[in-house]
């Protein structure tokens, strides 16, 4: 399976706790996505990066949420001091966006991952 | 302010009855437009995109800018259309992040 992947696919944690999550691209994309979906809600942005530069974060991510694509390719989203009102589904996507120079670019299609399902309790 | 309207949360018709599925957005600029849909036990996918004028799976949505509208529409559902159906959209250029409405749960009866 070439598709983005994430891990793990379910997270229970206390309160208080910190979580990892981890997101592998698809191969050669150099944008990635984090965002974040509740009960009956559509997936709310969270970050990017545009290779391993940290682009964009949305003021959903409170300074508890941290996020880092170190070599470019895989993706941590790290959340400490979890709260129960963390607990949702954390959905990765990547895409290979062409034209970046002098800041104008050509959008693509953007490719989910199954996401990562965290309940805290 | 960017936002997208789904004012449908669950749709259901019969199977070979046209759908519509209605979307609403605010943009100050020219947005671009996505149908995305999630089948059961599936991850979320892309379904369709204004800028390419494709028909999917027989389902087609046209962008009206004066009723800043992106319904998604197909002439005679089938059971497998059965999923949950976002419309989203994202600015030209920059960070082209999604902004997605609240969805609409599709199902279609035999």
């Known amino acids: 399976d070439t598709g983005v992947s994430q891990d793990p696919r379910h997270k229970i944690t206390k309160r208080g706790q910190n979580v990892t999550f981890r997101c592998d691209p698809i191969?050669?994309?150099?944008?990635l996505y984090w965002y974040r979906q509740t009960l009956g809600q559509g997936p709310e942005f969270l970050t990017y990066?545009?290779?391993?530069?940290?682009?964009?974060k949305s003021r959903l991510l409170s300074d508890r949420f941290s996020a880092e694509r170190p070599k470019g390719s895989f993706s941590t989203l790290e959340i400490q001091r979890t709260e129960q009102g963390d607990s949702a589904m954390y959905l990765c996507?990547?895409?290979?966006?062409?034209?970046?120079?002098?800041?104008?670019?050509?959008?693509?299609?953007?490719?989910f991952g199954p996401g990562t399902r965290l309940t805290v309790l | 302010a960017q936002r997208v309207t789904q004012p449908e949360k669950l749709l259901s018709v019969f199977k070979g009855a046209p759908v519509e599925l209605k979307c609403n957005y605010s943009?100050?600029?020219?947005?671009?437009l996505f149908w995305y849909v999630q089948y059961s036990r599936q991850r979320l996918q892309l379904l369709l995109r204004?800028?390419s004028r494709e028909s999917i799976k027989g389902f087609t949505a046209d962008l009206n800018k004066g009723e800043t509208s992106f319904h998604l529409k197909k002439p005679f559902a089938q059971e497998e259309d059965s999923a949950m159906y976002y419309c989203a959209l994202s600015g030209w250029g920059g960070a082209q992040k999604l902004v997605f409405g609240q969805g609409t749960r599709l199902t279609i009866n035999p």
């Open positions: 191969s050669e994309h150099n944008r």
């Open positions: 990066f545009q290779n391993e530069a940290q682009l964009e």
């Open positions: 204004h800028i």
């Open positions: 943009y100050s600029g020219s947005p671009e």
């Open positions: 996507a990547s895409s290979l966006v062409a034209g970046l120079a002098g800041g104008g670019s050509t959008g693509d299609t953007q490719y």
